[in-house]
């Protein structure tokens, strides 16, 4: 559309802003409903998968956008300044369409088709209703007993203090709303962030965009928690608004916009660490947390919070401080207002993270397993009662 609106709409800014808006909304309701369903998709394919199996799923997902704003930066560095850029750019988004639509057609038979039986909105709503309803449990009346067949003590003791939930879905419901003030910390990583596209055009080469690069650093043993890997990457965020504060506060008597992006150097290497710390992390967490059901939920929540945020960051903030523009402020009060910020939500995060009460699931016990095991141990005992059986008889015909 976008190519479209350039070729043919190009005097006519109307209609121009209006191919362009209908682009936009295409290109978030694709974005959202793509990254909230694929991450549980892929999940759900490694069906009796290992830990660390589905860990590698959920690195590998989070990697795949720093590649493909690598491999778009470098056609941006090859063709910058270019006519064709744009249709470049249309070109490959076709062909990367083209062979998504060719590899499912192939594949889509060895694929695992799992639906959804319950709705995790309509059941947190009628938990919470239930809950609002029947503060206190409910004392049965002496009238119900005058039955011909007596109710167990299970049914009675379900009826007074359970309700129609089970306990599995009580304690799911309780876990999402556990786990929903932890994503707190995004705030802080939204706030660490910040776009200086329009400070480096100048240097925009190909070594630059070869330097910016995200690695990841994997040790298999002495792994901390993902809540305090969580809780390092909000304070390795802190660090990265006071080091923008000092910069600032530097630049400001004398600004030097190549003084400037060599300062930035260190903030923006800092940020890439706590992208690495916090963001697959968290996605990890949000995953092994939620319930089986409710997964898509979180993991559209996670995406809403993660990336809603940093649009809302750009916009509001930097209006309330009259920055210079949208991508660059050198206000002190903005970044100090930013690094106050953080700290409290860090210290918020940290109390949260140690008061924070893990889901753990019992190991469910495989029926047919246990079944198919005790059967095959009776027709083994029985052919082995049968072949003493024989040979006593032999025995005693000899």
Not at 34 to 56: H, K, M, P, R, T
Not at 96 to 122: A, D, G, Q, R
Not at 228 to 238: D, E, H, K, N, P
Request: glycine residues 4%.
């Amino acid at each position: 559309i976008g190519l479209l609106a350039e070729f043919y709409f190009v005097f006519y800014k109307e209609m121009l802003w209006s191919f362009y808006s209908v682009a936009y909304i295409i290109h978030t309701c694709g974005y959202s409903s793509f990254y909230a369903n694929i991450i549980q998709y892929n999940i759900d394919q490694l069906v009796g998968a290992s830990a660390d199996e589905l860990s590698s799923v959920i690195y590998w997902h989070i990697l795949s956008q720093p590649l493909v704003d690598l491999f778009y930066y470098l056609l941006q560095c090859l063709f910058y300044g270019s006519s064709y850029f744009i249709i470049i750019t249309f070109i490959v988004s076709g062909v990367s369409v083209s062979l998504v639509l060719v590899s499912h057609s192939f594949f889509k038979h060895k694929l695992e088709n799992i639906s959804l039986i319950k709705n995790p909105i309509k059941l947190i709503v009628r938990v919470l209703c239930y809950a609002r309803k029947h503060k206190y449990p409910q004392n049965r009346s002496a009238l119900t007993y005058w039955e011909e067949e007596a109710p167990s003590r299970l049914d009675l003791g379900k009826d007074k203090y359970g309700g129609p939930f089970t306990e599995e879905e009580v304690e799911d419901v309780k876990t999402v709303f556990r786990m929903l003030p932890l994503f707190i910390g995004f705030v802080a990583l939204n706030f660490s962030d910040d776009s200086y596209s329009s400070v480096i055009d100048r240097s925009f080469t190909l070594p630059t965009c070869l330097a910016v690069t995200d690695s990841i650093v994997c040790f298999n043993k002495n792994i901390p928690s993902m809540l305090t890997r969580m809780s390092v990457g909000i304070f390795l965020a802190f660090i990265v608004t006071v080091s923008k504060v000092i910069i600032f506060v530097i630049e400001r008597s004398h600004p030097d916009i190549n003084n400037l992006i060599t300062l930035l150097f260190f903030p923006q290497t800092i940020q890439g660490l706590t992208f690495i710390l916090f963001y697959p992390v968290s996605l990890e967490f949000t995953v092994a947390q939620s319930p089986v059901h409710m997964r898509g939920v979180m993991v559209g929540l996670w995406y809403a919070t993660a990336w809603g945020l940093s649009y809302l960051n750009s916009i509001i903030a930097k209006f309330l401080f009259d920055c210079e523009s949208q991508y660059i402020c050198t206000s002190f009060y903005y970044y100090i207002t930013k690094s106050v910020l953080v700290l409290i939500i860090l210290i918020v995060f940290v109390i949260l993270a140690k008061r924070y009460k893990y889901r753990v699931r019992e190991n469910e016990v495989n029926i047919v397993q246990i079944v198919d095991d005790h059967y095959q141990r009776y027709m083994e005992q029985e052919e082995q009662y049968k072949k003493n059986r024989t040979d006593d008889i032999q025995y005693s015909i000899q």
